[in-house]
């Protein structure tokens, strides 16, 4: 597509964004109807605000306490822990004379976009991570992204202010990442976290260990559909989204914040699934893949899974990645970087630096549109060493979170995991698996990744 092209639908795009009122045609009506479906569309304000611990850890009997934290941006974060389980604060990992303290390793669980900590409360507790990682032995965390609805606002600015929402996964990285893992490390008095987080939860850990100022507090990285390239994704959805500049439209009709949900959201939605190419019968689907897993009978997924807003500013940063194919910080276009970073471009996160002693494990699906195993191979040969890898074909990028196999396919791959690292027999792997070799021998990503490898390098040297 020529610039000149995507300019003009741009304009055009905005025009009518700005020009009509938000209810829109009745072609597009119908058309993010027919997508979200008219009743399916989120109650928000009717969502229960009462805290997560009640509404989804309680009721199972398990105890749940909530805490607050505030980044050093001033978002007021939420974080919702789970210190024992069904048997009991004398249960835990390990024999009976390691202390209490040691034998309930801390993990944090950080959810992707779109959503918040519910989303890894969904699923009953057998089929649950959350849970069962608790039963296991583990002390869960879950996270809140700034501005989720479980979250608690800014110390200064309203949902209503721009600066509300001036900040994309940079920040989340920078000062979320950061403001958590340092509480649950002081509660925990010293205890390091380990981290597990889903899509962008991943790319909010990966930017953070790469800057090494947070890693001496973590134990170990778990990252479900693993991010930091996009430029593989395979989501018709989204490649369009992408391509069309949605969040050059959404930022010029002076909107900073975006809600799948909300009427704008709907009605970009529907402009999108009437592209050529890009089949929405099934929105999930359209966008994160064919999932293999889900249970569709469980409609509260369904509601919750797209229910969270995003900043616009954030939508961009992913688009650029999408567009760009490189793992840095937000483009704020030539002169602005040279504003913000003393530089005509965008810091890359040097994924090199990720410290050799972090054990990690990656899992990710074939089926995953969003989180290509393109990308995921592109990824791996970036760090310094070898993660720990599942790889489940059939699964694509919500199968890991609400999927009902779980327990079955990977649960224990984990609990194996962090077993190891627990006690100290950790080894990192020193071959590729065959899967990711066989994606390697493809010429197309060693030439993508050497030419990558030597730009990341010159960049690196002239951001010093
Ligand atoms: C924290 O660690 C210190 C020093 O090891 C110890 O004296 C103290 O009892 C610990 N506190 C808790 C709450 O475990
Ligand atoms: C799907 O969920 C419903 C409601 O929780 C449950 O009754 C049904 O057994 C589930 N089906 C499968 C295959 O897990
Ligand atoms: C550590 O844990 C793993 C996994 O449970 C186990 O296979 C291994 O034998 C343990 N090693 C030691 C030294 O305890």
Redesign the pocket.
Known sequence: MSCSYVLILAQLLVVQLVVRPVRGSAVYTSSSDRVLGAGNRLPLRELSRSPLCEGLVQIYGYPCEEHEVTTDDGFILTLQRIPYGLKGADSGHGDGDMSKDRRRPPLLMQHGLFSGGESWLLS?PDENLAFRLVEQGYEVWIANGRTSRWSHGHAKWRPEDKEYWDWSWDEMALYDVPAMLRHIYTVRNGSKVTYLGHSQGTIMGLAAFSLRKITHMVEAAILLCPIAYLDHVSSAFVRVAASVYIDKLLMSAGLHEFNLRSEVGAELVGRVCDHKGVDCSDLLAAITGPNCCL?R??TWFELHWSSEATSVRNLAHLSQMIRSGTFCRYNFGWFSNVRHYGYFYPPIYPLSNVPISLPMMLLFGGADSLADPYDVAHLMISLPQIPRLVYLSRYAHMDFIVG?NGAEDFFDQIFDFLNHVQNGSYTAPTELPAEIAQLLGDRRLQNTISSRRSQQRTLLIQNG
């Open positions: 009953p249970n009978t469980r009902i």
